[in-house]
């Protein structure tokens, strides 16, 4: 693999973690060291690295035959399930990632609408080929992108009134996760559901990030419903998974027997693992019960964090919603802010506690209070030792 790696996020200088093993919420690297982990695979470890009931899911699929090139039952199960969360999706279709659900939906709101343009925001990620984070990444797809600035519901007025009659969608993270865990404003959401009422545009929400934070996801905690929602992550209980889904009037045409029938083909789209496990995870799992936990877990969180980097002269704040969030660097110079952020990062590595280099921290069912209690006692000390010596 060139440079060793083959998930460009997971490559951080000088090289990055090579990890052997997990369980629960703790990790152990190719040295021997152990970590807890605040990272969750990016947010797609809610359940931990071991969890019984999905190995029984899987065991069970696995035994009753797996590969059956056909339909078969747990597919349906899932969409009903999923479908039930979201008041945005009356129909569905499953992908392999949360990347194949943007693309896919993308490719239904150009065909369904007739138009061409897609609104999407700077700092926005929707897959390894729909990056915004710099402008319009080499890699992305070749579409007619506006890359309008986020919580900005001017400059998306102004795009609507300039060229509303070719916008085929408005595809927009209610947080943006890989941009730094931004929160959407509840202004400047409602505000772009009104422009594509307005236009004819259909407003997309990526929800591969936010889905955790209730069971009908983000959408549900704004009281805004969209016209199509992505997923990923979670809802494959540990396994590759994406998901599409919205109105009928825009999910119907992938009917196979319909008129003028849009094509999606992908051999695991349906694997029968993969739906087995999702569905242990939504039926089991992921419950009303515990995602309103995890987001209450979440928001302490953060606010003790805060509160710590506050007390210790503010080099650091966190943003975030519920049990996502991002640590950054304060201050006006970026370098400085970015290698502040590392050395923090290598510093509670030291301490045994991981999360991404970029400074998100995603939690997982299995970390409790002890956990969070010690990462927060650790912080303390590393921040306060660096405090005492600030060269290091
Ligand atoms: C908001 C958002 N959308 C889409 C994706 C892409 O999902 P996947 O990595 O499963 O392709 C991600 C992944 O991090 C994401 O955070």
Redesign the pocket.
Known sequence: MPGGNTRSSLWAAPYPLSITGGAGCRITDADGHSYVDFLGE?TAGIFGHTCAALEQALTAAHRGGFGLSSHTPYETELAGELAARFPSIELLRFAN????A?VMALAAARLVTGRDRIVVFAGG????VLTFGQGNAPVNLPLDFAILPYNDPQAAAREFAASGDSIAAVLV?PMQ??GGCTVGTPAFLQALRELCDGSGALLIF?E??TARMAPGGAQELLGITPDMTTL??IFGGGLAF?AFGGRKAAMERFDPAHADPIPHAGTFNNNRLTMAAGLEAVRHHLTPAALAALYARGEAFRAALNDLFADHGGAFHVTGMGSVMNIHGTGPDAAIRRDRLRLLQFRMMERGFYFAARGLIALSFPLGEAETGGFLDALDAVLAAGRARPET
Do not use: R
């Open positions: 990016f990632s949360g990347t194949e943007n990620y929707h897959g390894g993270e996760g890989a990526d591969v990030q990923g992550k994406g």
